[in-house]
Protein backbone atom coordinates (compact mmCIF):
# COMPACT_ATOMS: atom_id res chain seq x y z
CA UNK A 1 0.00 0.00 0.00
CA UNK A 2 1.84 3.24 -0.98
CA UNK A 3 2.30 6.09 1.87
CA UNK A 4 1.57 9.38 1.07
CA UNK A 5 2.03 12.79 3.10
CA UNK A 6 0.34 16.17 3.47
CA UNK A 7 1.85 19.31 1.75
CA UNK A 8 0.98 22.76 2.37
CA UNK A 9 1.46 24.60 -1.02
CA UNK A 10 1.58 28.60 -0.63
CA UNK A 11 -0.54 29.75 -3.29
CA UNK A 12 -2.29 33.62 -3.90
CA UNK A 13 -6.51 34.36 -4.98
CA UNK A 14 -6.88 34.59 -8.69
CA UNK A 15 -9.59 36.96 -9.87
CA UNK A 16 -13.26 36.12 -10.98
CA UNK A 17 -13.30 32.32 -9.31
CA UNK A 18 -17.22 33.37 -8.63
CA UNK A 19 -19.44 30.14 -9.36
CA UNK A 20 -22.69 30.83 -11.68
CA UNK A 21 -25.52 28.85 -11.48
CA UNK A 22 -24.07 25.99 -12.40
CA UNK A 23 -20.53 26.48 -10.88
CA UNK A 24 -17.28 28.05 -12.62
CA UNK A 25 -16.95 28.09 -16.22
CA UNK A 26 -13.94 29.48 -18.13
CA UNK A 27 -11.56 28.48 -20.74
CA UNK A 28 -9.07 25.36 -20.17
CA UNK A 29 -6.07 27.96 -20.91
CA UNK A 30 -7.29 29.18 -17.51
CA UNK A 31 -8.20 26.69 -15.23
CA UNK A 32 -4.83 25.06 -16.63
CA UNK A 33 -2.74 27.82 -14.81
CA UNK A 34 -0.49 27.18 -12.05
CA UNK A 35 -2.94 26.52 -8.69
CA UNK A 36 -6.01 27.62 -10.58
CA UNK A 37 -7.87 24.92 -10.04
CA UNK A 38 -6.15 23.34 -6.61
CA UNK A 39 -7.40 27.54 -5.33
CA UNK A 40 -11.33 26.44 -6.36
CA UNK A 41 -11.16 22.75 -4.81
CA UNK A 42 -9.58 24.16 -1.66
CA UNK A 43 -11.57 26.85 -0.98
CA UNK A 44 -14.76 24.43 -1.43
CA UNK A 45 -12.92 21.95 0.79
CA UNK A 46 -12.86 25.26 2.99
CA UNK A 47 -16.29 26.53 2.87
CA UNK A 48 -17.81 22.59 2.92
CA UNK A 49 -15.43 22.48 7.17
CA UNK A 50 -14.42 19.75 8.36
CA UNK A 51 -17.76 17.18 9.09
CA UNK A 52 -18.19 17.17 5.55
CA UNK A 53 -15.47 16.39 4.38
CA UNK A 54 -13.05 14.54 7.22
CA UNK A 55 -13.65 10.58 6.54
CA UNK A 56 -16.41 11.43 3.89
CA UNK A 57 -16.90 9.66 0.41
CA UNK A 58 -16.96 12.35 -2.47
CA UNK A 59 -17.46 11.50 -6.32
CA UNK A 60 -15.27 13.13 -8.79
CA UNK A 61 -16.54 12.75 -12.17
CA UNK A 62 -17.80 14.52 -15.37
CA UNK A 63 -18.23 14.60 -19.30
CA UNK A 64 -14.81 13.83 -20.33
CA UNK A 65 -14.26 16.81 -21.86
CA UNK A 66 -10.99 18.09 -22.30
CA UNK A 67 -8.75 18.68 -19.20
CA UNK A 68 -10.99 15.98 -16.95
CA UNK A 69 -8.35 13.40 -16.60
CA UNK A 70 -5.90 16.03 -15.22
CA UNK A 71 -8.13 17.62 -13.12
CA UNK A 72 -9.53 13.64 -11.54
CA UNK A 73 -6.14 12.97 -10.16
CA UNK A 74 -5.26 17.08 -8.97
CA UNK A 75 -8.76 16.42 -6.99
CA UNK A 76 -8.01 13.12 -5.66
CA UNK A 77 -5.14 13.91 -4.43
CA UNK A 78 -6.09 17.33 -2.65
CA UNK A 79 -8.95 15.03 -1.13
CA UNK A 80 -6.45 12.67 0.43
CA UNK A 81 -4.46 15.76 1.92
CA UNK A 82 -8.06 17.26 2.93
CA UNK A 83 -8.97 13.80 4.89
CA UNK A 84 -11.69 12.29 2.88
CA UNK A 85 -11.62 8.64 3.36
CA UNK A 86 -12.72 7.51 -0.17
CA UNK A 87 -13.29 9.26 -3.88
CA UNK A 88 -15.69 7.24 -6.33
CA UNK A 89 -14.84 8.19 -9.61
CA UNK A 90 -17.00 6.48 -12.67
CA UNK A 91 -14.79 4.73 -15.56
CA UNK A 92 -12.77 6.76 -17.10
CA UNK A 93 -13.73 9.85 -15.72
CA UNK A 94 -17.09 9.10 -16.97
CA UNK A 95 -20.67 10.42 -14.96
CA UNK A 96 -23.57 12.73 -16.27
CA UNK A 97 -24.54 14.85 -14.23
CA UNK A 98 -28.15 13.48 -12.92
CA UNK A 99 -25.77 10.30 -12.84
CA UNK A 100 -23.96 11.62 -10.18
CA UNK A 101 -26.80 13.00 -8.49
CA UNK A 102 -27.98 9.63 -8.71
CA UNK A 103 -25.26 8.10 -6.90
CA UNK A 104 -24.89 10.34 -4.19
CA UNK A 105 -28.58 9.60 -3.36
CA UNK A 106 -28.41 5.66 -4.44
CA UNK A 107 -24.98 4.69 -4.64
CA UNK A 108 -24.05 2.36 -1.30
CA UNK A 109 -20.23 1.25 -1.19
CA UNK A 110 -19.40 -2.29 -0.34
CA UNK A 111 -18.63 -1.27 3.41
CA UNK A 112 -21.92 0.44 3.76
CA UNK A 113 -20.76 4.10 2.98
CA UNK A 114 -22.75 6.45 1.17
CA UNK A 115 -21.30 10.18 -0.63
CA UNK A 116 -21.64 13.28 0.91
CA UNK A 117 -21.21 15.15 -2.16
CA UNK A 118 -19.58 15.66 -5.44
CA UNK A 119 -17.23 17.99 -7.99
CA UNK A 120 -18.86 17.89 -11.00
CA UNK A 121 -15.99 18.30 -13.96
CA UNK A 122 -17.94 19.54 -16.74
CA UNK A 123 -19.37 23.30 -18.38
CA UNK A 124 -22.49 21.48 -19.87
CA UNK A 125 -23.45 22.27 -23.51
CA UNK A 126 -20.47 24.66 -23.78
CA UNK A 127 -17.47 23.45 -26.60
CA UNK A 128 -14.97 21.45 -25.27
CA UNK A 129 -11.33 21.43 -26.30
CA UNK A 130 -7.90 22.85 -25.84
CA UNK A 131 -9.28 26.36 -26.66
CA UNK A 132 -12.55 25.84 -24.88
CA UNK A 133 -14.53 25.60 -22.01
CA UNK A 134 -13.65 23.31 -19.05
CA UNK A 135 -16.28 23.65 -15.86
CA UNK A 136 -16.11 22.22 -12.36
CA UNK A 137 -19.01 22.25 -9.52
CA UNK A 138 -19.90 21.04 -6.19
CA UNK A 139 -22.96 18.83 -5.21
CA UNK A 140 -24.17 18.00 -1.92
CA UNK A 141 -25.34 15.29 -0.07
CA UNK A 142 -29.15 15.63 -1.46
CA UNK A 143 -27.62 15.05 -4.88
CA UNK A 144 -28.38 18.71 -6.02
CA UNK A 145 -26.07 21.86 -6.92
CA UNK A 146 -24.53 23.59 -3.66
CA UNK A 147 -26.75 26.61 -2.47
CA UNK A 148 -26.36 30.21 -2.67
CA UNK A 149 -25.20 30.10 1.14
CA UNK A 150 -22.27 27.88 -0.01
CA UNK A 151 -21.18 29.10 -3.40
CA UNK A 152 -20.78 32.97 -1.61
CA UNK A 153 -18.61 31.29 0.89
CA UNK A 154 -16.31 29.56 -1.84
CA UNK A 155 -16.29 32.68 -3.80
CA UNK A 156 -15.15 34.50 -0.29
CA UNK A 157 -12.46 32.19 0.13
CA UNK A 158 -10.87 32.55 -3.46
CA UNK A 159 -10.07 35.86 -2.47
CA UNK A 160 -8.18 35.58 0.31
CA UNK A 161 -6.59 31.73 0.05
CA UNK A 162 -2.78 31.43 0.42
CA UNK A 163 -2.30 27.98 0.73
CA UNK A 164 -3.85 24.42 -0.36
CA UNK A 165 -3.63 20.69 0.46
CA UNK A 166 -2.01 18.06 -1.29
CA UNK A 167 -0.41 15.27 -1.37
CA UNK A 168 2.42 15.59 -4.51
CA UNK A 169 3.60 12.12 -3.96
CA UNK A 170 0.11 10.05 -4.22
CA UNK A 171 0.60 8.25 -7.89
CA UNK A 172 -2.06 9.23 -10.66
CA UNK A 173 -4.77 6.16 -10.21
CA UNK A 174 -5.84 4.69 -13.44
CA UNK A 175 -9.39 5.35 -13.81
CA UNK A 176 -9.99 3.17 -16.96
CA UNK A 177 -10.21 0.45 -14.97
CA UNK A 178 -12.60 -0.65 -12.80
CA UNK A 179 -11.54 -1.26 -8.78
CA UNK A 180 -10.14 0.16 -5.75
CA UNK A 181 -6.96 1.52 -4.87
CA UNK A 182 -5.57 1.62 -1.67
CA UNK A 183 -3.02 4.25 0.14
CA UNK A 184 -2.10 5.42 3.65
CA UNK A 185 -1.99 8.79 4.96
CA UNK A 186 -1.75 10.90 8.14
CA UNK A 187 -5.53 10.19 8.76
CA UNK A 188 -5.21 6.35 7.84
CA UNK A 189 -6.22 4.92 4.49
CA UNK A 190 -7.86 6.23 1.47
CA UNK A 191 -9.14 4.85 -1.49
CA UNK A 192 -10.35 5.43 -4.92
CA UNK A 193 -12.75 3.00 -6.41
CA UNK A 194 -13.28 3.38 -9.92
CA UNK A 195 -17.16 1.89 -10.96
CA UNK A 196 -19.11 1.01 -14.15
CA UNK A 197 -20.61 4.83 -14.67
CA UNK A 198 -24.14 3.38 -15.62
CA UNK A 199 -25.21 0.97 -13.34
CA UNK A 200 -26.55 2.73 -10.30
CA UNK A 201 -28.25 5.33 -13.09
CA UNK A 202 -29.74 2.63 -15.39
CA UNK A 203 -31.44 0.78 -12.14
CA UNK A 204 -32.79 4.27 -11.12
CA UNK A 205 -34.25 3.85 -14.60
CA UNK A 206 -35.81 1.03 -14.56
CA UNK A 207 -37.52 1.64 -11.20
CA UNK A 208 -39.53 4.87 -12.96
CA UNK A 209 -40.34 3.62 -15.80
CA UNK A 210 -42.46 0.69 -17.53
CA UNK A 211 -39.70 -0.63 -19.98
CA UNK A 212 -41.60 -3.28 -21.34
CA UNK A 213 -44.07 -0.87 -22.65
CA UNK A 214 -41.11 1.26 -23.77
CA UNK A 215 -40.14 -1.89 -25.63
CA UNK A 216 -42.58 -3.07 -27.02
CA UNK A 217 -43.76 0.42 -28.98
CA UNK A 218 -39.72 0.20 -29.97
CA UNK A 219 -40.37 -3.06 -31.78
CA UNK A 220 -43.09 -1.80 -33.67
CA UNK A 221 -42.01 -1.54 -37.47
CA UNK A 222 -43.82 1.88 -37.48
CA UNK A 223 -42.09 3.35 -34.92
CA UNK A 224 -38.47 4.27 -35.56
CA UNK A 225 -36.58 7.20 -33.58
CA UNK A 226 -32.88 8.66 -33.27
CA UNK A 227 -31.15 9.66 -30.48
CA UNK A 228 -28.01 12.27 -30.39
CA UNK A 229 -25.94 12.20 -27.65
CA UNK A 230 -23.70 15.16 -29.45
CA UNK A 231 -19.98 13.64 -28.36
CA UNK A 232 -21.59 13.72 -24.72
CA UNK A 233 -21.11 11.30 -22.22
CA UNK A 234 -25.12 10.51 -22.93
CA UNK A 235 -23.76 7.93 -25.39
CA UNK A 236 -22.70 5.89 -22.49
CA UNK A 237 -26.16 5.62 -20.83
CA UNK A 238 -27.78 5.79 -24.48
CA UNK A 239 -26.28 2.52 -25.45
CA UNK A 240 -26.77 0.69 -21.95
CA UNK A 241 -30.67 1.80 -21.58
CA UNK A 242 -31.67 1.84 -25.52
CA UNK A 243 -30.04 -0.85 -26.97
CA UNK A 244 -28.91 -3.36 -24.77
CA UNK A 245 -31.83 -2.54 -21.92
CA UNK A 246 -34.81 -1.61 -24.73
CA UNK A 247 -33.19 -3.66 -27.78
CA UNK A 248 -33.16 -0.84 -30.08
CA UNK A 249 -31.25 -0.93 -33.15
CA UNK A 250 -28.25 0.51 -32.41
CA UNK A 251 -28.54 2.65 -36.04
CA UNK A 252 -30.58 4.65 -34.18
CA UNK A 253 -28.14 6.28 -32.22
CA UNK A 254 -26.19 8.97 -33.21
CA UNK A 255 -22.70 10.59 -32.12
CA UNK A 256 -22.79 7.98 -29.11
CA UNK A 257 -19.27 8.01 -28.41
CA UNK A 258 -18.16 10.72 -26.01
CA UNK A 259 -15.39 12.79 -27.38
CA UNK A 260 -12.93 15.40 -25.25
CA UNK A 261 -13.70 17.75 -27.78
CA UNK A 262 -17.30 16.82 -28.44
CA UNK A 263 -16.53 15.99 -32.18
CA UNK A 264 -15.48 19.66 -32.96
CA UNK A 265 -19.15 20.54 -32.09
CA UNK A 266 -21.30 22.80 -29.77
CA UNK A 267 -22.68 20.07 -27.67
CA UNK A 268 -26.15 21.91 -27.16
CA UNK A 269 -29.55 20.17 -27.78
CA UNK A 270 -31.02 22.87 -30.10
CA UNK A 271 -32.20 23.61 -33.70
CA UNK A 272 -29.02 25.38 -34.40
CA UNK A 273 -26.28 22.83 -33.00
CA UNK A 274 -27.85 19.45 -33.22
CA UNK A 275 -28.06 19.72 -36.95
CA UNK A 276 -27.31 15.79 -37.75
CA UNK A 277 -30.42 15.09 -35.99
CA UNK A 278 -32.30 18.43 -37.11
CA UNK A 279 -31.78 17.22 -40.86
CA UNK A 280 -32.36 13.49 -40.17
CA UNK A 281 -36.09 14.66 -38.98
CA UNK A 282 -36.67 16.55 -41.63
CA UNK A 283 -36.50 19.56 -40.12
CA UNK A 284 -33.22 20.81 -41.64
CA UNK A 285 -32.55 23.53 -44.52
CA UNK A 286 -32.90 20.86 -47.54
CA UNK A 287 -35.21 17.77 -47.76
CA UNK A 288 -33.96 14.42 -46.39
CA UNK A 289 -34.28 11.77 -48.74
CA UNK A 290 -36.26 8.42 -47.11
CA UNK A 291 -38.71 7.22 -44.21
CA UNK A 292 -38.20 9.70 -41.36
CA UNK A 293 -38.30 8.57 -37.64
CA UNK A 294 -41.31 9.25 -35.72
CA UNK A 295 -39.22 10.32 -32.79
CA UNK A 296 -35.94 12.29 -32.22
CA UNK A 297 -33.90 13.46 -29.15
CA UNK A 298 -30.49 15.03 -28.31
CA UNK A 299 -28.45 15.47 -25.26
CA UNK A 300 -25.86 18.31 -24.28
CA UNK A 301 -22.51 17.31 -23.35
CA UNK A 302 -23.22 16.51 -19.68
CA UNK A 303 -26.80 14.89 -20.33
CA UNK A 304 -28.73 16.62 -18.14
CA UNK A 305 -30.51 19.12 -21.00
CA UNK A 306 -32.84 17.14 -24.27
CA UNK A 307 -34.21 18.17 -26.89
CA UNK A 308 -37.54 16.24 -28.39
CA UNK A 309 -38.38 16.42 -31.89
CA UNK A 310 -41.08 14.62 -33.77
CA UNK A 311 -41.47 13.71 -37.66
CA UNK A 312 -40.60 17.47 -38.96
CA UNK A 313 -42.08 19.27 -35.70
CA UNK A 314 -40.31 20.49 -32.72
CA UNK A 315 -41.51 20.70 -29.31
CA UNK A 316 -40.35 23.56 -26.79
CA UNK A 317 -38.69 22.77 -23.60
CA UNK A 318 -41.97 24.87 -21.99
CA UNK A 319 -44.41 22.83 -24.28
CA UNK A 320 -42.68 19.26 -23.36
CA UNK A 321 -42.73 19.76 -19.52
CA UNK A 322 -46.11 20.72 -19.23
CA UNK A 323 -47.03 17.63 -21.27
CA UNK A 324 -45.67 15.44 -19.26
CA UNK A 325 -47.06 16.46 -16.34
CA UNK A 326 -50.42 16.24 -18.02
CA UNK A 327 -49.56 12.65 -18.52
CA UNK A 328 -47.36 11.33 -16.09
CA UNK A 329 -49.26 10.02 -13.55
CA UNK A 330 -51.14 7.62 -16.11
CA UNK A 331 -47.85 7.37 -18.22
CA UNK A 332 -45.27 6.57 -15.16
CA UNK A 333 -45.63 4.26 -13.00
CA UNK A 334 -43.49 6.67 -10.80
CA UNK A 335 -46.16 8.85 -10.10
CA UNK A 336 -49.02 6.55 -10.08
CA UNK A 337 -50.19 7.78 -6.58
CA UNK A 338 -50.27 11.56 -8.08
CA UNK A 339 -48.12 14.68 -7.82
CA UNK A 340 -46.75 16.65 -5.28
CA UNK A 341 -46.56 19.41 -7.32
CA UNK A 342 -45.05 21.04 -10.49
CA UNK A 343 -42.41 24.05 -10.83
CA UNK A 344 -40.66 25.98 -13.18
CA UNK A 345 -38.18 28.75 -13.82
CA UNK A 346 -39.33 32.40 -14.29
CA UNK A 347 -38.51 32.59 -18.00
CA UNK A 348 -40.02 29.20 -19.15
CA UNK A 349 -43.36 29.57 -20.71
CA UNK A 350 -46.63 29.34 -18.37
CA UNK A 351 -47.39 26.17 -20.43
CA UNK A 352 -47.37 24.53 -16.76
CA UNK A 353 -48.87 27.10 -14.97
CA UNK A 354 -51.96 26.01 -16.70
CA UNK A 355 -51.62 22.39 -16.44
CA UNK A 356 -51.00 22.97 -12.87
CA UNK A 357 -54.43 24.89 -12.63
CA UNK A 358 -56.10 22.44 -14.15
CA UNK A 359 -55.31 19.59 -12.39
CA UNK A 360 -55.14 21.15 -9.01
CA UNK A 361 -51.82 21.12 -8.44
CA UNK A 362 -49.35 23.13 -6.09
CA UNK A 363 -47.37 25.13 -8.62
CA UNK A 364 -44.33 27.17 -7.71
CA UNK A 365 -42.58 29.90 -10.06
CA UNK A 366 -38.61 29.81 -9.25
CA UNK A 367 -35.41 31.80 -10.55
CA UNK A 368 -33.51 30.36 -13.03
CA UNK A 369 -30.78 27.51 -11.34
CA UNK A 370 -31.80 23.51 -10.10
CA UNK A 371 -31.09 24.34 -6.50
CA UNK A 372 -34.43 25.73 -6.58
CA UNK A 373 -36.30 22.95 -7.49
CA UNK A 374 -34.25 20.88 -4.90
CA UNK A 375 -35.27 22.63 -2.51
CA UNK A 376 -39.19 22.03 -2.96
CA UNK A 377 -38.49 18.52 -3.77
CA UNK A 378 -36.43 18.10 -0.80
CA UNK A 379 -39.75 19.41 1.25
CA UNK A 380 -41.81 17.06 -1.31
CA UNK A 381 -43.75 20.02 -2.56
CA UNK A 382 -42.34 19.25 -5.92
CA UNK A 383 -42.55 15.73 -8.83
CA UNK A 384 -41.85 17.52 -12.32
CA UNK A 385 -40.23 20.67 -13.39
CA UNK A 386 -38.71 22.33 -16.13
CA UNK A 387 -36.78 25.18 -17.46
CA UNK A 388 -36.71 26.02 -21.21
CA UNK A 389 -33.11 26.47 -21.50
CA UNK A 390 -33.88 22.43 -22.51
CA UNK A 391 -34.29 21.17 -18.60
CA UNK A 392 -36.65 18.84 -17.26
CA UNK A 393 -36.97 16.73 -14.50
CA UNK A 394 -38.23 15.44 -11.46
CA UNK A 395 -37.41 14.18 -8.12
CA UNK A 396 -35.67 10.86 -8.73
CA UNK A 397 -32.48 13.09 -8.77
CA UNK A 398 -31.70 16.64 -7.67
CA UNK A 399 -30.70 17.72 -11.45
CA UNK A 400 -32.28 18.31 -14.38
CA UNK A 401 -31.82 14.73 -16.70
CA UNK A 402 -32.13 14.61 -20.35
CA UNK A 403 -32.46 10.95 -20.31
CA UNK A 404 -35.21 10.78 -18.32
CA UNK A 405 -36.78 13.14 -20.23
CA UNK A 406 -36.99 10.91 -23.35
CA UNK A 407 -37.62 7.47 -21.63
CA UNK A 408 -41.07 10.55 -20.06
CA UNK A 409 -41.74 10.86 -23.44
CA UNK A 410 -41.40 7.38 -24.89
CA UNK A 411 -43.66 6.21 -22.07
CA UNK A 412 -46.01 8.59 -23.21
CA UNK A 413 -46.24 7.26 -26.60
CA UNK A 414 -46.64 3.53 -25.43
CA UNK A 415 -49.46 4.68 -23.51
CA UNK A 416 -50.85 6.40 -26.14
CA UNK A 417 -50.58 3.91 -28.74
CA UNK A 418 -50.77 0.59 -26.82
CA UNK A 419 -53.54 -0.43 -28.66
CA UNK A 420 -51.90 0.91 -32.53
CA UNK A 421 -49.04 -1.24 -32.78
CA UNK A 422 -50.31 -3.84 -34.85
CA UNK A 423 -51.71 -2.01 -37.99
CA UNK A 424 -53.46 1.60 -37.31
CA UNK A 425 -51.63 4.62 -37.86
CA UNK A 426 -49.51 5.75 -34.57
CA UNK A 427 -50.34 8.64 -32.35
CA UNK A 428 -47.40 11.16 -33.36
CA UNK A 429 -45.41 13.34 -31.25
CA UNK A 430 -46.89 15.85 -33.14
CA UNK A 431 -50.65 14.72 -32.45
CA UNK A 432 -49.65 14.61 -28.63
CA UNK A 433 -48.49 18.21 -28.67
CA UNK A 434 -51.60 19.75 -30.71
CA UNK A 435 -54.01 17.59 -28.89
CA UNK A 436 -52.51 19.04 -25.67
CA UNK A 437 -52.81 22.51 -27.05
CA UNK A 438 -56.58 21.91 -27.72
CA UNK A 439 -57.18 21.11 -24.26
CA UNK A 440 -55.05 23.84 -22.77
CA UNK A 441 -54.23 26.53 -25.24
CA UNK A 442 -50.94 27.44 -26.43
CA UNK A 443 -48.04 29.36 -25.53
CA UNK A 444 -46.30 30.89 -28.62
CA UNK A 445 -42.92 31.12 -27.19
CA UNK A 446 -39.25 31.74 -28.29
CA UNK A 447 -35.99 32.85 -26.83
CA UNK A 448 -33.41 35.06 -28.24
CA UNK A 449 -29.54 34.49 -27.60
CA UNK A 450 -27.16 37.00 -27.85
CA UNK A 451 -23.45 35.53 -27.02
CA UNK A 452 -20.47 37.02 -26.27
CA UNK A 453 -21.37 40.76 -26.25
CA UNK A 454 -19.69 43.14 -24.09
CA UNK A 455 -20.48 42.45 -20.46
CA UNK A 456 -20.46 46.60 -20.04
CA UNK A 457 -23.09 47.12 -22.58
CA UNK A 458 -24.94 43.95 -21.21
CA UNK A 459 -25.09 46.09 -18.24
CA UNK A 460 -25.72 49.16 -19.61
CA UNK A 461 -28.64 47.29 -21.18
CA UNK A 462 -30.24 45.48 -18.30
CA UNK A 463 -30.02 48.95 -16.08
CA UNK A 464 -32.00 50.99 -19.07
CA UNK A 465 -34.29 48.17 -19.35
CA UNK A 466 -35.17 48.84 -15.41
CA UNK A 467 -35.37 52.42 -15.30
CA UNK A 468 -37.94 51.95 -18.17
CA UNK A 469 -40.35 50.28 -15.96
CA UNK A 470 -40.58 53.57 -13.48
CA UNK A 471 -42.96 54.87 -16.10
CA UNK A 472 -45.47 52.64 -17.84
CA UNK A 473 -47.51 55.31 -20.02
CA UNK A 474 -43.95 55.81 -21.87
CA UNK A 475 -43.15 52.15 -21.88
CA UNK A 476 -46.87 51.47 -23.54
CA UNK A 477 -46.34 54.73 -26.33
CA UNK A 478 -42.67 52.59 -27.73
CA UNK A 479 -45.06 49.59 -27.56
CA UNK A 480 -47.51 51.86 -29.35
CA UNK A 481 -45.00 53.14 -31.86
CA UNK A 482 -44.00 49.70 -32.82
CA UNK A 483 -47.13 47.90 -33.40
CA UNK A 484 -50.55 49.07 -32.47
CA UNK A 485 -52.26 45.47 -32.53
CA UNK A 486 -49.63 44.60 -29.22
CA UNK A 487 -51.36 44.56 -25.95
CA UNK A 488 -50.61 47.56 -23.15
CA UNK A 489 -48.20 46.72 -20.57
CA UNK A 490 -49.72 45.89 -17.16
CA UNK A 491 -47.06 45.32 -14.83
CA UNK A 492 -43.05 45.67 -15.07
CA UNK A 493 -40.49 44.45 -12.62
CA UNK A 494 -37.15 42.90 -11.48
CA UNK A 495 -38.46 39.00 -10.64
CA UNK A 496 -37.65 38.53 -6.90
CA UNK A 497 -38.24 34.87 -5.45
CA UNK A 498 -38.94 34.21 -1.87
CA UNK A 499 -38.04 30.25 -1.35
CA UNK A 500 -41.08 28.52 0.33
CA UNK A 501 -39.01 26.49 2.20
CA UNK A 502 -35.99 27.92 3.52
CA UNK A 503 -37.13 31.89 3.30
CA UNK A 504 -34.10 32.93 1.73
CA UNK A 505 -34.59 35.54 -1.11
CA UNK A 506 -32.70 35.83 -4.23
CA UNK A 507 -33.18 38.83 -6.22
CA UNK A 508 -32.53 40.63 -9.57
CA UNK A 509 -33.43 37.41 -11.58
CA UNK A 510 -34.56 39.20 -14.24
CA UNK A 511 -36.13 41.93 -15.79
CA UNK A 512 -40.09 41.10 -16.78
CA UNK A 513 -42.86 42.85 -18.99
CA UNK A 514 -46.21 41.85 -18.51
CA UNK A 515 -48.74 42.38 -21.12
CA UNK A 516 -52.64 42.92 -20.54
CA UNK A 517 -53.08 40.16 -22.94
CA UNK A 518 -50.69 37.18 -20.63
CA UNK A 519 -48.08 38.09 -23.13
CA UNK A 520 -44.56 38.71 -21.59
CA UNK A 521 -40.74 39.91 -22.05
CA UNK A 522 -38.27 38.97 -19.58
CA UNK A 523 -34.66 40.12 -20.44
CA UNK A 524 -31.77 38.18 -18.17
CA UNK A 525 -27.71 38.41 -18.21
CA UNK A 526 -26.93 34.12 -18.33
CA UNK A 527 -23.99 33.05 -15.68
CA UNK A 528 -23.14 30.04 -17.97
CA UNK A 529 -20.85 31.22 -20.14
CA UNK A 530 -16.96 31.44 -20.16
CA UNK A 531 -16.19 34.66 -21.62
CA UNK A 532 -18.59 38.41 -22.19
CA UNK A 533 -21.48 37.92 -21.87
CA UNK A 534 -24.91 36.35 -22.98
CA UNK A 535 -28.49 38.66 -22.80
CA UNK A 536 -31.18 36.10 -23.15
CA UNK A 537 -34.54 37.81 -24.53
CA UNK A 538 -37.74 35.10 -23.92
CA UNK A 539 -40.88 36.08 -26.01
CA UNK A 540 -44.21 34.65 -25.15
CA UNK A 541 -48.00 34.79 -26.23
CA UNK A 542 -50.34 33.16 -25.01
CA UNK A 543 -53.89 32.04 -26.98
CA UNK A 544 -56.60 29.91 -25.77
CA UNK A 545 -58.50 30.34 -29.42
CA UNK A 546 -58.32 26.69 -30.85
CA UNK A 547 -58.52 28.61 -34.56
CA UNK A 548 -55.41 30.34 -33.79
CA UNK A 549 -53.32 27.72 -32.41
CA UNK A 550 -51.59 26.46 -35.83
CA UNK A 551 -49.27 29.71 -36.58
CA UNK A 552 -45.94 29.94 -37.59
CA UNK A 553 -44.67 31.16 -33.90
CA UNK A 554 -41.69 33.43 -35.20
CA UNK A 555 -44.71 34.78 -37.07
CA UNK A 556 -46.96 34.54 -34.53
CA UNK A 557 -44.46 36.58 -32.36
CA UNK A 558 -42.94 38.67 -34.62
CA UNK A 559 -44.89 42.14 -33.12
CA UNK A 560 -43.64 41.27 -29.82
CA UNK A 561 -40.21 40.95 -31.15
CA UNK A 562 -39.98 44.23 -32.95
CA UNK A 563 -41.39 45.59 -29.29
CA UNK A 564 -38.63 43.71 -27.24
CA UNK A 565 -35.83 45.39 -29.60
CA UNK A 566 -37.36 48.62 -29.75
CA UNK A 567 -37.67 48.79 -25.48
CA UNK A 568 -34.36 47.36 -25.01
CA UNK A 569 -32.03 49.11 -27.59
CA UNK A 570 -31.04 45.97 -28.39
CA UNK A 571 -28.54 46.86 -31.52
CA UNK A 572 -27.65 50.02 -29.28
CA UNK A 573 -25.96 48.31 -26.37
CA UNK A 574 -24.36 45.57 -27.41
CA UNK A 575 -23.66 46.50 -31.20
CA UNK A 576 -26.03 43.23 -32.29
CA UNK A 577 -28.27 43.48 -35.58
CA UNK A 578 -28.82 39.80 -35.25
CA UNK A 579 -29.05 37.22 -32.09
CA UNK A 580 -26.52 34.07 -31.84
CA UNK A 581 -29.08 31.83 -31.57
CA UNK A 582 -33.06 31.67 -32.07
CA UNK A 583 -34.44 29.15 -30.34
Known amino acids: ?60 SGDGRYYSEEAIQIIIKMSAANGVKRVWVGQNTLLSTPAVSAVIRERVG ?88 TDTYVKLMKSIFDFEAIKKLLACPKFTFCYDALHGVAGVYAKRIFVEELDANESSLLNCTPKKDFGGGHPDPNLTYAKELVQRMGLGKTNTEGELPEFGAAADGDADRNMI ?117 LVTVEDIVRQHWATYGRHYYTRYDYENVDAGGAKELMAHLVNLQSDLSEVNKIVKGV ?44 GTGSEGATVRVYIEQYVNDSSKISRDSQEALKPLVDVALKLSKMQEFTGRSEPTVIT
Request: charged share 25%; proline share 5%.
Open 110 to 197: KDGSKASGAFILTASHNPGGPTEDFGIKYNMENGGPAPEGVTDKIYENTTTIKEYLTAEDLPDVDISKIGTTSFSGPDGEFEVEVFDS
Open 309 to 425: LGKRFFVTPSDSVAIIAANAVEAIPYFSGGLKGVARSMPTSAALDVVAKALSLKFFEVPTGWKFFGNLMDAGLCSVCGEESFGTGSDHVREKDGIWAVLAWLSILALKNKDKLNGEN
Open 483 to 526: NSTVANVKDADEFEYTDPVDGSVSKHQGIRYLFEDGSRLVFRLS
Open 1 to 60: MAIFKVSRISTKPYDGQKPGTSGLRKKVKVFAQPHYLENFVQSTFNALTAEKIKGKTLVV
